[in-house]
């Protein structure tokens, strides 16, 4: 049996040197965003720059990419096609969105901290944010039926 090159891993390495379980690396492979750079009795074998791949994937996975997303950048190579662009301003206007809803989250949160009612229902500002919420719901809800009337 011949032994692989030192600058290459099996997966329990790679596990070990990424921080990701195997099974999230198989998976990974099945879903096409990783490569094994050879098989050899059953084993999977990576070369080491697929720690920086790993990274890449985590990185992506961090900002928010979904992996499907993930391996559309990669397909374009990460350079800047109009797919490439097209997905990662998406990204960010959904990112944007994300923070617009956390702040307006931490908001209500923060007024409810200091509110001085006794129940927050009573509270003038609360109750306007809840009017708002079931305004949305509404709207979402006759949109979602507009929608299915053919």
């Avoid at 994937?57 to 993930?70: K, N, V």
Wanted: aromatic share 4%; net charge positive.
């Amino acid at each position: 049996m011949q032994k692989p090159k030192p600058s290459i891993l099996t997966i329990g390495e790679l596990s070990r040197r990424t921080g990701l379980a195997t099974s999230a690396l198989r998976y990974y492979e099945r879903v096409g965003l990783l490569r094994p750079d050879s098989r050899a009795n059953g084993r999977r074998y990576y070369e080491s720059s697929s720690r920086g791949r790993v990274a890449l994937i985590r990185l992506c996975q961090d900002a928010g990419f979904t992996l499907a997303e993930i391996r559309v950048l990669l397909a374009a190579g990460m350079r800047r096609s109009r797919s490439w662009a097209r997905l990662v301003n998406a990204k960010l206007l959904e990112l944007e969105a994300s923070i617009d809803r956390a702040r307006r989250a931490r908001s209500l949160i923060q007024h409810a901290l200091a509110c001085r009612h006794r129940n927050l229902v009573t509270c003038p500002n609360f109750r306007s944010a809840l009017d708002a919420r079931l305004s949305l719901n509404r709207r979402d809800s006759l949109a979602n039926h507009v929608a299915k009337v053919p």
